[in-house]
């Protein structure tokens, strides 16, 4: 069984379309967060949800949108996509907020969002 | 503002080799590190970790060095192997949040 699961893996869209990345985990873990990889690898926290509570926003633009209908699921809502969103999203849980224990963060496979 | 980084971007060792990767991080209230594993198409996965009353950890394999003086965390991968070749990142927390730092890649030859 995959502990977090997100869909779907790979992403092209136009300029100016609106997206969704969905994902859901299955460890029972209080805490999702959604991360960007750019080009360059390096993971840049954009989203965390605790018990249904937006507990970070790392100035992300207003476009994007996390949604949780419930503790097992965050996803990710993008308005009117540009061409710097193209990246790889992941999204990740911990047991608790910060992920200070048992294991930090399981991560998802990713999505891969090209813009063009 | 805080920071976690990486000395060297990439890093080609011969397989059997010992691989040693390291990180600086800024944050003198940071208590918690951790070393991902990224491969490619896959998201970061969990290798080891180490808290700040440590300066020392082992795994299979892996062994985790914690310098707070220097604020340097460094992971050292025995008898490298050709699955380990992959992107390292060091991450580190100091309550709220993961940070992580840029990744390493690392290349194993035969």
């Known amino acids: 069984d995959t502990a977090v699961s997100q869909t779907p893996k790979y992403l092209v869209t136009q300029m100016g379309n609106d997206k969704s990345i969905k994902c859901e985990q299955n460890l029972g873990h209080d805490t999702m967060y959604w991360y960007k990889q750019d080009s360059k690898k390096f993971l840049k926290i954009m989203f965390s949800?605790?018990?249904?509570?937006?507990?970070i926003n790392e100035t992300v633009p207003n476009r994007f949108s996390p949604k949780s209908p419930d503790k097992a699921h965050l996803n990710l809502h993008i308005n009117s996509l540009e061409l710097g969103d193209s990246a790889v999203y992941f999204c990740?849980?911990?047991?608790?907020?910060?992920?200070?224990?048992?294991?930090?963060?399981?991560f998802g496979s990713g999505t891969r969002l090209t813009v063009v | 503002g805080e920071s976690v980084g990486l000395h060297l971007p990439t890093l080609s060792v011969q397989e059997g080799d010992n691989s040693i990767i390291n990180c600086a991080y800024s944050?003198?209230?940071?208590?918690?590190f951790i070393w991902y594993k990224q491969e490619s198409g896959k998201g970061p996965q969990f290798i080891i970790d180490?808290?700040?009353?440590?300066d020392k950890r082992q795994g299979q394999r892996v062994t985790v060095l914690l310098n707070k003086t220097v604020k340097h965390l460094s992971l050292q991968i025995a008898a490298t192997q050709p699955g380990d070749s992959a992107v390292y990142f060091c991450a580190e927390s100091s309550g709220y949040a993961l940070n992580f730092g840029k990744g390493t890649s690392l290349l194993v030859t035969p």
């Open positions: 180490i808290r700040s009353n440590m």
């Open positions: 949800y605790n018990n249904k509570e937006l507990i």
């Open positions: 990740a849980s911990s047991q608790e907020f910060g992920g200070r224990r048992n294991y930090g963060y399981t």
């Open positions: 944050n003198s209230a940071s208590d918690y």
